[in-house]
């Protein structure tokens, strides 16, 4: 399985320089993993700010997205191609299915059969998934292989811990990423969390980000102010305690914060 660095820079919502400015300081600062989309409408700025940043590329970490429009027969691979140039790049590190068709009118096996070609072509260097269900999680195995599947990124944070889906994925041995880490800043104001926080000498972001961390999730949060990034990045030397890990465990509470008209039935 492709390495992926536990903590990457989110970039949705973040547009032209504004993408760029996040992207160049989060380079600056020490982040390596940058995570864009089809969907997002940035990855040319993205690409504009790892082009200038002056990091190698052999020391980056990238991981696009292809969008529903892009699923039809032929269009996974034309699309990736178009994402490439866009970016800059001539291969990505991770190239994911960003929802399930919707509806599931395309098969999962015809498209990601496809995103496994982009890989034996050289265009990604690893594939995966997101926003799967376990039911679409059984036919990707199926279709391309548990091995070849690289993570499977889904919103989970204290508040919506996604368990069902979590037990499956590591019963398959998949590995995971936590997007919404911080559930648009609502894990912020949760009571316990910031009781947590004051205990460690640390900030409620750090703490949420800290807990999925500890339980081997990769986690992508964006922020365009570089203190907050500074801090998002150092959360990786926040030790919880068995104690705040189920003290942390016990806000689940189903609060899902990206469900669009064209979602899966979520387990």
């Known amino acids: 399985m492709t390495f992926l660095p536990p903590v990457g820079l989110g970039t949705f919502r973040l547009k032209d320089q504004v993408a760029i400015d996040a992207v160049r300081s989060g380079l600056e600062l020490g982040y390596r993993h940058v995570d864009t989309a089809q969907a997002y409408g940035n990855e040319a700025a993205v690409g504009q700010a790892i082009a200038e940043s002056g990091v190698a590329r052999d ?4 991981t696009t997205k292809v969008w529903t429009e ?3 027969r032929g269009r996974v691979l034309a699309s990736l191609q178009e994402s490439l140039q866009r970016l800059a790049l001539q291969r990505v ?3 994911l299915i960003h929802w399930p068709s919707p509806h599931d009118e395309i098969p999962v096996a015809q498209y990601l059969e496809e995103l496994l070609e982009a890989k034996r072509q050289g265009l990604t260097s690893a594939i995966g998934v997101s926003n799967f269900t376990i039911a679409h999680l059984r036919e990707a195995i199926a279709a391309v292989g548990v091995e070849e599947i690289a993570t499977n990124q889904v919103e989970i944070h204290p508040l919506l811990q996604n ?3 979590v037990d499956f994925a590591r019963q398959q041995g998949i590995h995971l990423t936590a997007y919404m880490p911080l ?4 894990v912020l104001v949760e009571p316990e969390i910031q009781r947590i926080a004051a205990a460690h000498g640390a900030s409620p972001a750090q703490v949420a980000l ?3 961390l500890q339980q081997g999730y990769a986690v992508i949060p964006s922020s365009t102010k570089r203190e ?3 801090a ?3 959360a990786t030397d926040l030790r919880l305690s068995d104690a705040d890990m189920a003290a942390i465990a016990a806000l689940e509470r189903g609060e899902r914060v990206a469900n669009p008209g064209f979602a899966p039935r979520w387990d």
């Open 183 to 186: 559930a648009y800043g609502k």
């Open 232 to 234: 998002n990045l150092a």
């Open 210 to 212: 800290a807990w999925s």
């Open 163 to 165: 368990r069902k889906l």
């Open 70 to 72: 892009n699923l039809g």
């Open 59 to 62: 020391e980056l970490f990238v």
């Open 93 to 95: 590190d991770l190239m």
């Open 228 to 230: 907050n990034l500074a």
